[in-house]
């Protein structure tokens, strides 16, 4: 498996917490501030969904100020127009996860180039970075704002890889969004998932969005990014280590590379023979798998002696008796 040369991190819920304005909001509004954040950020998304499927654009400045104005009146507290603009300034001031800091050191060790790719504007982006103290590890800022057009249409991430200089499959989006991470693999790109949320993966979604199929492997980072060197920051003598081994027991157990190929992860979606919990069938004598007909081998089984089942088999007077 070769390894992504570049490396591409959304910002809002990837690298920075956007629901960390919430201790600002308890200044103003009390109990009602986790409702208000929760609901900002997800109407925030949600905004940019309508305008991109309707065709039309508005900057993410505007987006936030909008969706906060939404939150804040279903949740009937309004706010003074300078109490506003502050909530806005929160919002270049956002806290970064505790393993954001130490990820990124560890992955610039490694030598790839990361750069940042958001639906923020490069000024809120700029600003975000200065103040978080990041830029020192991602020095090149991408914004969808350069397209006009917002996660995850295939343009934008098409816009990463040629401002990168790197053919898509040299690109690898790191992202804690889900369909963040779908729309990468569905234009080309690599991706890895960083499950902040404790989420579940929408892999139905995945198996059957066309390219995105295709994707090998898309790694999660569950603990992290202070972790993402160890699932995915490996240097390439690594993983070709990797290979060797699984070569090896591949062809211990008689197993043909194509098959051993397959069974690098769960997330190939390609029929492969299961190393362990399978069986056969003891009538048609197939071999199939305990953990489910997704993961069971369509190749045809070796020849196996026919035994007859349990149920057909006739039952002899010395039986009865």
């Known amino acids: 498996m070769t390894t992504a040369k570049a490396l591409a991190f959304d910002v809002y819920g990837t690298l920075v917490d956007p629901i960390s304005v919430r201790r600002r909001l308890e200044e103003l509004l009390g109990e009602a501030a986790a409702g208000v954040a929760e609901l900002w950020r997800v109407r925030q998304l949600e905004f940019t969904w309508r305008l991109t499927a309707m065709g039309r654009y508005l900057d993410f400045a505007e987006v936030t100020a909008r969706s906060l104005d939404y939150a804040l009146a279903v949740a009937g507290r ?35 180039r990361m750069a940042v790719f958001s639906n923020g504007t490069p000024r809120m982006l700029d600003t975000l970075l200065a103040t978080t103290g990041l830029r020192e590890f991602l020095p090149e800022v991408v914004s969808v704002d350069e397209v006009r057009v917002y996660k995850p249409a295939p343009e934008v991430y098409r816009h990463l890889a040629d401002r990168l200089g790197r053919p898509p499959a040299e690109v690898r989006l790191v992202s804690a969004n889900a369909f963040d991470v779908l729309g990468a693999t569905n234009a080309g790109l690599r991706a890895a998932w960083c499950n902040r949320t404790r989420d579940v993966f929408d892999r139905e979604a995945l198996h059957r969005s066309g390219r995105a199929c295709q994707r090998r492997w898309i790694p999660t980072v569950g603990g992290g990014l202070g972790n993402s060197a160890d699932v995915w920051g490996r240097a390439p003598r690594t993983w ?20 051993s190929r397959s069974l690098r992860a769960s997330t190939t979606w390609q029929p492969y023979r299961p190393a362990i919990r399978s069986t056969r069938s003891p009538t048609s004598g197939a071999r199939y798998s305990a953990t489910g007909l997704a993961n069971c081998a369509r190749q045809p089984c070796p020849p196996r002696k ?6 057909t088999t006739p039952i002899t007077a010395s039986a009865r008796s």
């Open 78 to 112: 309004p706010v003074s127009d300078a109490e506003r603009a502050q909530l806005l300034a929160e919002y270049q001031r956002l806290a970064p996860y505790p393993d954001t800091v130490p990820g990124l050191r560890r992955l610039a060790a490694v030598g790839y």
């Open 240 to 259: 070709a280590r990797r290979r060797q081994r699984r070569r090896r027991r591949a062809a211990q157990a008689g197993w043909s590379a194509t098959a």
């Open 306 to 311: 026919a035994r007859p089942h349990p149920a």
